[in-house]
């Protein structure tokens, strides 16, 4: 158990529906993140929170849309998705923001694994 | 832009041998972190090396960081199958938020 928590676990949707990923901290951290988990990839961060507000957006495409109404809640909302976009996704958090030797933890939640169809 | 490549990419052994994952990259970086992912759940840190030829050792896993803060290695003593999952080193860089990632190691220790 890390503190972080996601919903939901599983995920199966068609190309033309709309879902929600949530996240919860309950680390009282100030900082919040969106991976992505594909097979044979590395992680790749997609967005980055500090206080609520959005410091990251990684070159990602506009069907994947993030909301931060507070320090301890991250959403993904997903709509119109590709088969491609099936992967685990991953919610993180961490202290603070941007440590002088970059060595901040950061700590994982269990993961969506979403399967768009 | 910065990457770190692990090798080898899968490693499946039988318990009580002894075996080495690499890190390696071009780049600097700052600090070098490694996680460990079980399935069904997200990556949990082991450790954070910041000092260029750094060693740390956590019960039988040894973690060395480059003299040179480009490269790291994960060495473990006398595997035992609870060692079994995705192991993931992760660089971080001054002032950065954002930790880049190998694309991981996936290990398999056989009883």
């Known amino acids: 158990e890390t503190g972080v928590t996601q919903t939901p676990r599983h995920l199966v949707m068609g190309m033309t529906n709309k879902k929600s990923l949530k996240c919860e901290q309950h680390?009282?951290?100030?900082?919040m993140y969106w991976y992505k988990q594909s097979a044979k990839k590395p992680l790749e961060l997609m967005f980055v929170?500090?206080?609520?507000?959005?410091?990251e957006n990684n070159s990602v495409p506009s069907r994947f849309s993030p909301e931060c109404p507070n320090s301890s809640h991250l959403f993904l909302h997903l709509h119109t998705l590709q088969p491609e976009d099936s992967a685990l996704y991953l919610c993180?958090?961490?202290?603070?923001?941007?440590?002088?030797?970059?060595?901040?933890?950061?700590?994982f939640g269990p993961g969506t694994r979403l399967l768009v169809l | 832009t910065q990457l770190l490549e692990q090798s080898p990419q899968f490693l499946s052994i039988q318990e009580g041998e002894n075996l080495t994952v690499y890190c390696n990259s071009s780049?600097?970086?700052?600090?070098l972190q490694w996680y460990r992912q079980e399935p069904g759940e997200g990556p949990v840190l082991l450790v954070t090396?910041?000092?260029?030829?750094e060693v740390k050792k956590l019960k039988r896993l040894t973690f060395q960081f480059g003299d040179a803060r480009k490269d790291s290695s994960l060495h473990i003593t006398a595997a035992q199958p609870g060692d079994t999952g995705l192991y993931l080193c992760?660089?971080?860089?001054?002032?950065?938020?954002?930790?880049?990632f190998g694309q991981g190691t996936r290990l398999t220790i056989n009883p």
């Open positions: 993180a958090s961490s202290q603070d923001t941007g440590l002088a030797d970059g060595s901040e933890t950061q700590y």
């Open positions: 680390l009282g951290h100030n900082a």
């Open positions: 929170y500090n206080f609520k507000e959005q410091t």
């Open positions: 780049s600097v970086f700052s600090s």
């Open positions: 090396v910041v000092t260029g030829g």
């Open positions: 992760a660089g971080g860089s001054q002032g950065a938020q954002k930790l880049v």
